[in-house]
């Protein structure tokens, strides 16, 4: 397992205002950083510049001691899987669906993926919707249900990091509690980092970074966090 590191990065988009202030943390091997704050915060920018779609103007970010900039971006990508808030499903099997994130996986390593996202009792049914080539209809799944097979097909890739990306837009609170169990499932003995926009998406985080304004101006467990407040 791979640990990340941001060391005193500082961040401008092109031409811009600093957006990062000398943003540190560290992501041990096998644990879980969440990374909280309002909108605008610069979450995504971490994210960004994890992938290397942006530079840091000063610091450094390693992966396991080695600056990314050394790394070349296809293995980057490869260490790191994306899970999305929002997934777009095949009209296919939920089998095909999770496959789709590492063609030429076999049977087994596809299985083994919705075990651990626990989906394997429905990985032979259809999404939402009708085939018409099968003459089925789908399964109505939930909105956690649907991350799962996300989840699934980002296992299966085999990614050294889990990044999961809850930036976007305010959950309803079933769908919340939903990917909160499959996260901290999925999220055991694994290197991972959530990008969140509440507290409550990420109770069981080792550490919890509140980002304001370009700055982590809070860390701390879920408990020490609301005890602050
Ligand atoms: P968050 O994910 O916390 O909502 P972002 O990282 O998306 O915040 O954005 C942080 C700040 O950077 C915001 O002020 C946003 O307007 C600005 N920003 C984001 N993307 C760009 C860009 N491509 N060029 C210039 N400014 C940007
Ligand atoms: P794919 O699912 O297509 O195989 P990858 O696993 O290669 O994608 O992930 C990299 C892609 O994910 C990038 O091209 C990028 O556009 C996208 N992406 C999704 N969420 C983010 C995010 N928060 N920050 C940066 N890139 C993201």
């Given at each position: 397992d791979a640990a990340i590191e941001f060391k005193d990065v500082d961040f401008g988009y092109e031409g811009n205002r600093q957006i990062l202030h000398k943003v540190s943390f560290r992501v041990e091997p096998g644990t879980k950083v969440a990374i909280v704050g309002p909108s605008g915060a610069g979450k995504s920018t971490i994210s960004r510049i994890l992938f290397r779609f942006y530079d840091v103007n000063a610091g450094r970010v390693t992966i396991d001691g080695?600056?990314?900039?050394?790394?070349?971006?296809?293995?980057?990508?490869?260490?790191?899987?994306?899970?999305?808030?929002?997934?777009?499903?095949?009209?296919?099997?939920?089998?095909?669906?999770?496959?789709?994130?590492?063609?030429?996986?076999?049977?087994?390593?596809?299985?083994?993926?919705?075990?651990?996202?626990?989906?394997?009792?429905?990985?032979?049914?259809?999404?939402?919707?009708?085939?018409?080539?099968?003459?089925?209809?789908?399964?109505?799944?939930?909105?956690?249900?649907?991350?799962?097979?996300?989840?699934?097909?980002?296992?299966?890739?085999?990614?050294?990091?889990?990044?999961?990306?809850?930036?976007?837009?305010?959950?309803?609170?079933?769908?919340?509690?939903?990917?909160?169990?499959?996260?901290?499932?999925?999220?055991?003995?694994?290197?991972?980092?959530?990008?969140?926009?509440r507290l409550s998406t990420v109770v069981d985080a080792d550490e919890i970074l509140v980002l304001d304004g370009g700055r982590i101006v809070e860390r701390g467990t879920h408990t020490h966090l609301l005890e602050m407040q």
């Open positions: 080695q600056d990314i900039r050394d790394v070349t971006q296809a293995s980057l990508r490869a260490a790191i899987g994306i899970v999305p808030q929002d997934t777009v499903l095949f009209n296919d099997t939920i089998r095909y669906n999770i496959a789709y994130g590492r063609p030429g996986a076999s049977d087994a390593e596809i299985e083994e993926a919705a075990r651990l996202a626990s989906i394997d009792t429905f990985i032979e049914r259809l999404p939402d919707g009708f085939d018409t080539i099968v003459g089925e209809r789908g399964l109505k799944l939930s909105g956690g249900e649907k991350q799962r097979v996300a989840i699934a097909r980002t296992i299966l890739k085999g990614p050294q990091i889990l990044l999961f990306d809850e930036a976007t837009s305010a959950l309803d609170s079933k769908t919340e509690k939903e990917i909160q169990a499959s996260l901290s499932e999925v999220s055991q003995n694994r290197t991972t980092l959530v990008i969140a926009h």
